[in-house]
């Protein structure tokens, strides 16, 4: 009998481990979105919780006195504010009264305007004076003494 003799068996090889197949592929490319929005709604929840406190009102004590109602008829007017530190607001923005010529000259454009001048009861007269007459200096024709109505 004759016994045949096999040749070297060839092996069969697997493909190596660090080949990706198309389905691999397709899970690396999605992106996980849920903690991305979670961490957007903390943010927008720290945000409208934050937002108000950052608002800081002007302290500015007006003084009390019965009068008529401002006529709101005609141009827009420009409000400027004194605190009782003295410190000059032109719309929000604080101004330095050796500034302010050029400021109000800027926002004016030479155009006629209204000004309501919103001052702290506890100003010095002499301050006002020097405000009111920058006014008078730039050419503001037109200026309104913002008060509050008295309490009965």
Request: proline share 9%; glycine share 8%; aromatic share 2%.
């Amino acid at each position: 009998m004759g016994e045949k003799t096999r040749g070297p068996e060839k092996e069969i090889r697997s493909p190596p481990m660090a080949v990706k197949t198309s389905n691999d592929l397709g899970d690396l490319a999605e992106i996980n979105v849920t903690p991305l929005v979670d961490v957007m709604l903390v943010l927008l929840i720290i945000f409208i919780i934050t937002a108000p406190m950052l608002v800081q009102g002007l302290s500015v004590n007006l003084p009390k006195q019965q009068a008529p109602a401002l006529n709101t008829k005609g141009d827009e007017p420009l409000i400027l504010t004194l605190t009782r530190d003295q410190v000059i607001l032109l719309g929000d923005e604080p101004v330095h009264l050796k500034l302010l010529p050029d400021r109000l000259g800027a926002v004016l454009g030479g155009a006629p305007r209204p000004v309501y001048l919103k001052a702290d009861e506890s100003l010095p007269y002499g301050f006002v004076i020097s405000v009111l007459a920058v006014l008078d200096q730039v050419g503001v024709e037109q200026v309104g003494m913002v008060t509050q109505p008295e309490s009965r």
